[in-house]
């Protein structure tokens, strides 16, 4: 029989686990220096690479999926959530940008994007896929612009 402390412990590493091995609520508030990877190192990819036909500003939505907000990645496409936060292996943006799957690749007509841009992507997965609520950079007004407006 096991004594009581060590269930106890037992279930609190069991919780600790859990809620580690998972991200945070994806509607919470993502720390800095999420947003400034985000920022720098992801939202370029997308802009250059996959805006044209995946944001609001498309003409013609592909697939359904728009990657522009958090919402809508989140929400996915025609084949279903683009991200699993925290989840490489199980995002079909993954899989999708390693060109491992001849049926599913983008960018299409074999634009792969660079190894450091996929590592972006992986590395921005892995941390849950924070982005801000908005999905709208916010640029921060310099001291020198405030002064000017006052």
């Keep these: 029989m096991i004594p009581r402390v060590k269930i106890i412990v037992l279930g609190f590493s069991v919780v600790l686990a859990a809620c580690t091995a998972f991200p945070a609520d994806p509607s919470s508030t993502p720390a800095?220096?999420?947003?400034?990877?985000?920022?720098?190192?992801?939202?370029?990819?997308?802009?250059?690479?996959?805006?044209?036909?995946h944001s609001e500003k498309a003409e013609k939505v592909k697939g359904g999926l728009r990657l522009d907000s958090a919402d809508s990645i989140s929400k996915g496409g025609s084949s279903g959530p683009a991200i699993v936060a925290g989840d490489t292996e199980g995002s079909l943006l993954i899989k999708a940008i390693r060109y491992k799957d001849p049926d599913l690749q983008m960018p299409p007509k074999k634009k792969k994007l660079s190894d450091a841009d996929i590592a972006s992507l992986e590395a921005w997965v892995k941390m849950g896929a924070p982005m801000p609520a908005s999905g709208v950079k916010q640029k921060t007004a310099s001291i020198a612009e405030v002064r000017a407006r006052h």
Excluded: W
Aim: proline content about 5%; hydrophobic content about 30%.
């Design 32 to 53: 800095s220096d999420q947003v400034e990877f985000f920022e720098t190192k992801v939202r370029p990819v997308f802009a250059d690479h996959c805006y044209q036909c």
